[in-house]
Every structure is written in structure tokens, then in C-alpha cells.
């Protein structure tokens, strides 16, 4: 089977759009955020399969509620922002279906073992680990156990705990597993992003990398698609002026679209190191300054810088050849705009 996540020298790293709770309780909306994603030329969908009662348990006490000075959950209770936040798991067949129609991959995140037989049971071709989750290596083991491709985000992590939870993938048989850098804050500040692990994770466990981003805006995961990404993902809404959980650090349909196309430039753009004048410059190779003729001159006039000059385009001389010939005699006539050659130029 051919992964989906790209390889090497591939034009663009695999784009993946999150809703995760950007529906707002909405199936329609999350078809419809589907739809726009569909037209940015991001290759893929993604959600995030659990309940609140798979995710955490129903308890209001300190350790259960986010912290109070959250910038977007301050105070809630586990509970009640996982019941705000998730997606119905009726809703999965439906939100898969019609990305595939639209040709994009669909797969989701699932954070227990029942969330893992259900998106079997839909045929998800591949899987994501959250970061927090990077702990739960029984988790990750029975995701690499169904033999599909495992994308798994660092955040929180200590690098103990990346290489145990690599460990955990490859023995449940992941042959296929990208890890992404992530910073688990919302939303993220691009000085805590650290891109430079990428290629860290790389070297030290041979296995792909990209970016989960969840900065504001598309300038982080850009510089990660030029520095190798082979996956970004973000989470997109379709208007952040409508809400929702997720909805203050989300792209709308065309800031993805833009980031796609960047991320395209982006690539194309790093080329190679031994390419110096090329075919695309030939143009402005045309109009590079050479030596020309700047007054008209008759034969046995001395050439000197008022009636010769460097001025743009090629054509005559190389200005290097300006303190050769000056002082030497014109052999002929010539007009305002002749290129100056050797032969214009009389024998010494």
C-alpha cells in the first residue's frame, strides 16, 4: 500500500485540515467545513473520536478543570468541554464518505481502545496520536497493531518519552510512523514552536516529521514546509467570528488555501545548491551591462570614458575590459548605441 504521507522530493508536505470541535454541535457544519476544505487543495481531513466519558470522567475538582487563567477554557470542567467539543461518532461515516468523494484522506484521532475498533470498523486508513496521549503506550501499541500508517504529535513530551512511544509503535508493528512537532499550547507562540526538532526526530529515530501548528496565522507551518515537513496540520473553521471551542486559533478556508499554496512555493523554492545562472535568468543575462559606444566617434579617435561607457545591455565588451582600451584608437566610425569589440578598436 502506498503511504499517504509524503516522502522525500515530494512538492508538498500532506496538509491536514482538523475540525475537531470547529462543527459547534453541527453535522451540517462539519460537512460544510469539509466542502471548503476540499477547495483550499489541502489533501486531508481529520477528527477526533472519543466521548467525554471515554476521555475523562464526569468529577468536578481541581485536577478535572482546566486552569483558571486558560486563555480559551479557564475553569471548565474536562467534562463538560470534551461533551462541547467532540464529535458524534454517527457523524464519522458520514464526514468520511464525503471526503473521500471529494478526494481528500479522512482519518481521525481515536483516545481509547473502543474509539480504535470503531474507526476500524470505517476502514480509517491511517491514525493520529494526540500529544497528550504520547504517554498511553498501550494506546499507540494497538493503533500500530492494525498495520496502518501512525502519525503521532511530541507535544508535552520529554524525549524519553517520544523514543518510548516509538518504541511502543514499533512493537505493535507501525513500519510506517511520522512524528510531528507540536507545542500543546493554545494557541501556540512561534518562539515555542522549535521547527529544528524536525530534523532532530529524523536523525535520532528514522522516522518522517512534520509540524502539528496551533500558532496563529500560516507563517510557522510555512517555515516547516522549507525546512522538510512532511506533514502540517491545523485546525480550520469556517469563520473564527462564529466560535467555537477551537475556533480563536483556527485558519479559515482561505488562509488554508494560502497556505498551501506557501507551502508549494516553499518547497519549489529550495532547489538546489549548485544552481547558479539558469535558464529563467535568461533575460536579464540579455541586459547585463557591457561597453557601448556613448558618443558617436570617427575612426582614429581615442577611446576615453566619456565616449565609451558600461551601461546596460550585454553586448560589447565586458566592463572588466574598460582599463584595457581606454586610450587606444577607434579603427572606424561608429554611432551612439555600437557594442565596442576588438575590432572596432585600431592594432597598437
Known amino acids: 500500500m502506498t503511504s499517504p504521507i509524503p516522502g522525500e522530493g515530494d512538492v508538498l508536505p500532506l496538509v491536514v485540515a482538523e475540525i475537531s470541535g470547529?462543527?459547534?454541535?453541527?453535522?451540517?457544519?462539519?460537512l460544510d467545513i469539509v466542502r471548503a476544505v476540499a477547495d483550499t487543495g489541502a489533501q486531508a481531513v481529520k477528527i477526533q473520536t472519543y466521548t467525554a466519558d471515554t476521555i475523562t470522567l464526569d468529577v468536578d475538582a481541581p485536577a478535572f478543570r482546566v486552569s483558571e487563567g486558560h486563555e480559551l477554557w479557564g475553569s471548565r470542567t474536562l467534562h463538560d468541554l470534551y461533551t462541547e467539543a467532540h464529535t458524534p461518532w454517527e457523524w464519522h461515516e458520514p464526514i468520511f464518505e464525503l471526503a473521500r468523494d471529494l478526494g481528500m484522506i479522512a482519518f481521525s484521532t481515536p483516545f481509547d481502545e473502543t474509539a480504535v475498533d470503531f474507526l476500524e470498523s470505517l476502514d480509517a486508513p491511517l491514525y493520529k496520536i494526540?500529544?497528550?496521549?504520547?504517554?498511553?503506550?498501550p494506546l499507540i501499541e494497538q493503533v500500530a497493531a492494525t498495520g496502518k500508517p501512525v502519525i503521532m504529535s511530541v507535544g508535552t513530551a520529554t524525549i524519553a518519552e517520544v523514543a518510548a512511544a516509538v518504541d511502543a509503535a514499533r512493537r505493535g508493528g507501525c513500519e510506517d510512523l511520522t512524528l510531528l512537532?507540536?507545542?500543546?499550547?493554545?494557541p501556540a507562540r512561534a518562539e515555542d514552536t522549535h521547527l529544528r526538532r524536525m530534523s532532530a526526530m529524523t536523525d535520532m529515530f528514522g522516522v518522517k516529521a512534520g509540524l502539528s501548528d496551533h500558532?496563529?496565522?500560516i507563517g510557522v507551518s510555512v517555515a516547516a514546509a522549507a525546512l522538510g515537513a512532511r506533514v502540517i496540520e491545523k485546525h480550520v473553521t469556517l469563520s473564527r467570528d462564529d466560535g467555537g471551542v477551537d475556533s480563536a486559533f483556527s485558519l479559515e478556508p482561505s488562509e488554508l488555501a494560502a497556505l498551501v499554496d506557501a507551502s508549494r512555493a516553499a518547497v519549489a523554492a529550495l532547489g538546489s545548491a549548485h544552481a547558479w545562472s539558469t535558464a529563467a535568468e535568461a533575460e536579464s543575462l540579455r541586459l547585463r551591462p557591457s561597453l557601448y559606444v556613448a558618443t558617436a566617434v570617427r575612426a582614429g579617435d581615442v577611446l576615453t570614458e566619456a565616449n565609451v561607457r558600461s551601461v546596460r545591455p550585454s553586448g560589447g565588451l565586458a566592463p572588466v575590459h574598460l582599463p584595457d582600451v581606454l586610450g587606444r584608437r577607434f579603427r572606424q566610425d561608429a554611432g551612439v548605441g555600437t557594442p565596442l569589440s576588438w575590432e572596432l578598436l585600431a592594432s597598437d
Do not use: F, M, P
Open 22 to 30: 470547529n462543527h459547534n454541535g453541527s453535522l451540517d457544519r462539519a
Open 130 to 137: 494526540a500529544s497528550l496521549e504520547i504517554v498511553d503506550l
Open 181 to 186: 512537532a507540536c507545542t500543546s499550547s493554545y
Open 215 to 217: 500558532t496563529l496565522g
